[in-house]
């Protein structure tokens, strides 16, 4: 359990000042997940190869893509709430932007309207986050005279408007009105509770029969946004 700054009012009085702070409870509750793979010994013994190593880096490998993919869209329940998930438990609706942009398309000035959205403490420290399919359609972008705007300040391969960016399969792709493209903030504002990080199960005995082994990754994590003024999310008109 821990406490979050959830707002703050200031009021000046003739010569003091006082701030209030509300501070607002949430709990984290890391939830159970796992993945499951077997294969067969013929090929371990006539390969030779290291099949603990070459399992556990698969297994890492798909909890490391289930993590980016919850820690973007998970809906909160018995799961990670993601950053791309409505909700006044972590960003509401009141930090989305549209506008500037069209029914179909990520324009620059919706992408400057989503900057303007932060305060100048989050905005300094903050990053894109986009899937590439997004980073692809900003990067098709052709003024009127037929060239790629592209350029300082928009520059390929290290900032969109000054900020560094992140290109994530898990992000949404989808490229119609009201959806979720982008989000823009500091991402330290999201907290993540890992209470097993991997644990690998071996069964020797389970897959006998068929002259196999049979192997079970498990973690426990959990994870939300806090302080949602920290970040901005750009949706489509």
Request: glycine share 10%; charged share 20%.
């Amino acid at each position: 359990m821990q406490p979050i700054i959830g707002a703050s009012k200031q009021r000046l009085r003739w010569k003091s000042r006082s701030v209030v702070l509300c501070l607002v409870e949430t709990r984290i509750h890391p939830h159970c997940f796992r993945c499951a793979c077997h294969y067969g010994l013929r090929l371990v013994n006539r390969s030779g190869i290291n099949d603990g190593q070459l399992v556990t880096s698969c297994l890492g490998y798909i909890h490391g893509l289930t993590w980016d993919k919850v820690f973007r869209t998970g809906q909160g329940n018995k799961k990670p709430l993601g950053v791309y998930t409505a909700s006044d438990e972590g960003i509401s609706t009141s930090r989305d932007v549209s506008t500037g942009n069209t029914t179909t398309g990520i324009k620059a000035d919706g992408q400057i309207e989503a900057k303007a959205g932060l305060r100048e403490p989050y905005r300094i420290k903050a990053t894109w986050i986009f899937h590439p399919d997004a980073v692809k359609q900003i990067r098709k972008r052709k003024d009127g005279d037929g060239q790629y705007p592209w350029s300082p300040g928009i520059a390929e391969g290290k900032t969109i408007l000054g900020l560094p960016y992140v290109a994530s399969q898990c992000a949404p792709n989808m490229f119609s009105t009201g959806i979720y493209v982008a989000i823009i903030g500091d991402f330290q504002y999201y907290w993540i509770d890992v209470a097993l990080f991997m644990q690998i199960h071996v069964f020797n005995e389970w897959y006998a029969v068929t002259n196999q082994i049979g192997r079970i990754g498990r973690g426990e994590i959990d994870g939300m946004p806090v302080l949602e003024k920290a970040r901005s999310r750009l949706t489509l008109a």
